[in-house]
């Protein structure tokens, strides 16, 4: 199986939710190489630490180099986060961890960063990130997005760029953290309408869902 990567139409969406679900279901590995916003103080309510969770791992702050490599305190986008501690992502080396990750383990499950076209340094972006891999692994994108009001154009827009550049996601799963002004049942059918032959579900939090079928 392909690397599946979790991407997004936005930040604080549900990536790690849908992430750490399928990680469980598919009894996979999962890495988020890069996070920002991480110190031993914030740690305990994390992504790194909801990953090593959901594969049975220690929930340590030690542990938490065991699923991102790059980890920066400050919580902004990876290449302004890496500049505040004189530090640079590079890029190439990036790739080249989640490759090796993806021959060491099946099935992986890789966690992006922000959305889609978050910056990493200072001419790649997710969207480069995940160009790459998909030349190197095949990759089996899967683009997450919110409940929100706003959202239907945030994720058709998202799904333009992809298709755009031939990496369109194997499924879009609807992130429901809270009941939002729109019935989220009303949301899904919208950006199903354009979304052509690819599935769109719906992900409540708490609520009992599978994905592992998309896979």
């Not at 972006?125 to 899967?142: C, F, H, I, N, Y």
């Not at 959202?151 to 992809?162: C, D, F, G, R």
Request: hydrophobic share 45%; with cysteine.
């Amino acid at each position: 199986m392909p690397p599946i990567f979790v991407t997004s139409s936005g930040t604080e969406i549900g990536k790690t939710y849908v992430s750490a679900m399928l990680t469980r279901e598919l009894k996979a590995r999962a890495i988020k190489p890069l996070v920002s916003g991480l110190d031993e103080e914030t740690f305990p309510g994390s992504d790194p630490a909801q990953l090593l969770a959901s594969m049975g791992e220690p929930v340590t702050y030690e542990n938490a180099g065991l699923v991102s490599r790059w980890r920066f305190r400050a919580a902004l986008s990876p290449d302004m986060a890496a500049k505040r501690e004189g530090r640079a992502i590079d890029f190439d080396e990036l790739v080249a961890e989640c490759v090796s990750a993806a021959k060491r383990h099946d099935p992986l499950v890789i966690e992006g960063v922000g959305g889609l076209m978050v910056p990493l340094d200072e001419r790649h972006t997710v969207l480069d990130w995940m160009t790459a891999l998909k030349a190197e692994t095949g990759l089996a994108p899967l683009l997450v997005v919110g409940a929100y009001l706003g959202t239907i154009s945030h994720t058709l827009t998202s799904l333009a760029v992809m298709r755009a550049e031939n990496i369109a996601p194997r499924a879009i799963v609807v992130s429901e953290k809270e009941p939002g002004p729109v019935p989220v049942g009303e949301t899904a059918a919208a950006i199903a309408r354009f979304a052509g032959r690819i599935p769109v579900r719906i992900a409540p939090r708490g609520g009992a869902v599978s994905l592992a079928d998309l896979f």
